[in-house]
C-alpha cells in the first residue's frame, strides 16, 4: 500500500518568508509526527498528534513553527519568518496508533533550504 | 539533556564482513529501542526493535543486542553486502510516543 508521503520534496525560500510542508499519512494512522534532520545530525522531534487530543508541542524550537493536522489526516507544518537555521530535512512519519511497539513509518523528508 | 547517542560516526568493512555499529544511551527508564537505516535521499527505515526485557533479538542477517547494564546497544550485520550502505540510528522511546534518535553511523561497504 501507500508510504507516508510528503511535499514538496524540496523547497527554496528566502529568509524572512513564511513556507508550508505537506504530509500525507498512512491510511488508518491515527498517529503523526514532525522530525526535523539538520545536516550530518540525527532527527530532532519536533510536534505529534494523536487523534483528537492535543498535540505534543514540546519539541518545536521557536513559536515561528506551528503544525496542523486537519480531518485526523493530512498535516502541515507552518514555519513563519525562516531563518537560515531552519534549513534542514524535515521529516513526517506516522504510526497505528501512538506509543509502544507501533512502528513509525517515515516519508522522504522535504529538504528546505533558506537563502 | 538524556539522549541516545552513538559511539562511531563511521565504519568502513569489506562485503561479506560481519559489522557491528554500537550505541549508548542515557534514559534508563526506556523500555524500548529501535534501529533504523536511511540510504540518502530517504526517509529512515525500520530495521529491528527490541524491548527492555529482551537481551537479543534477531532478524534477517541482522541482530540486537541490549545490555541494560551499561546502557548499550548493538546492531549486528551478518555477511554485510554494499546494498547495507547507508547512515544506521538507534532511537529510543521512553515516554512512548516521539523517539529520541542519536546521530547515527555512516556504514561503507565495499566490494
Known amino acids: 500500500g501507500a508510504g507516508v508521503s510528503q511535499s514538496p520534496s524540496n523547497k527554496v525560500t528566502e529568509k524572512g518568508k513564511d513556507v508550508e510542508l505537506r504530509c500525507d499519512p498512512i491510511s488508518g494512522h491515527t498517529a503523526l509526527y514532525w522530525y526535523r534532520q539538520s545536516l550530518g545530525q540525527g532527527l530532532e522531534f519536533l510536534i505529534y498528534f494523536q487523534g483528537n487530543s492535543a498535540p505534543d508541542k514540546s519539541g518545536l524550537p521557536s513559536d515561528r513553527f506551528s503544525a496542523e493536522r486537519t480531518g485526523g489526516s493530512v498535516s502541515t507544518l507552518t514555519i513563519q519568518r525562516t531563518q537560515q537555521e531552519d534549513s534542514a530535512v524535515y521529516l513526517c512519519a506516522s504510526s497505528l496508533l501512538a506509543g509502544g511497539s507501533y512502528e513509525q513509518y517515515f516519508g522522504p523528508g522535504t529538504r528546505l533550504t533558506v537563502t | 539533556g538524556e539522549s541516545v547517542g552513538l559511539h562511531l560516526p563511521t565504519l568502513s568493512v569489506q562485503e561479506g564482513d560481519n559489522s557491528i555499529i554500537n550505541c549508548a544511551y542515557s534514559n534508563s527508564a526506556s523500555d524500548y529501542f529501535i534501529w533504523y537505516k536511511q540510504e540518502s535521499g530517504k526517509g529512515p527505515q525500520f530495521i529491528i526493535d527490541?524491548?527492555?526485557?529482551?537481551d537479543k533479538r534477531q532478524g534477517q542477517r541482522v541482530t540486537v543486542l541490549l545490555n541494560k547494564t551499561v546502557k548499550h546497544l548493538s546492531l549486528q550485520i551478518a555477511a554485510t553486502q554494499p546494498g547495507d550502505s547507508a547512515v544506521y540510528f538507534c532511537a529510543e522511546n521512553p515516554a512512548g510516543t516521539a523517539l529520541i534518535f542519536g546521530k547515527g553511523t555512516t556504514l561503507s561497504v565495499s566490494s
Open positions: 527490541i524491548r527492555s526485557n529482551m
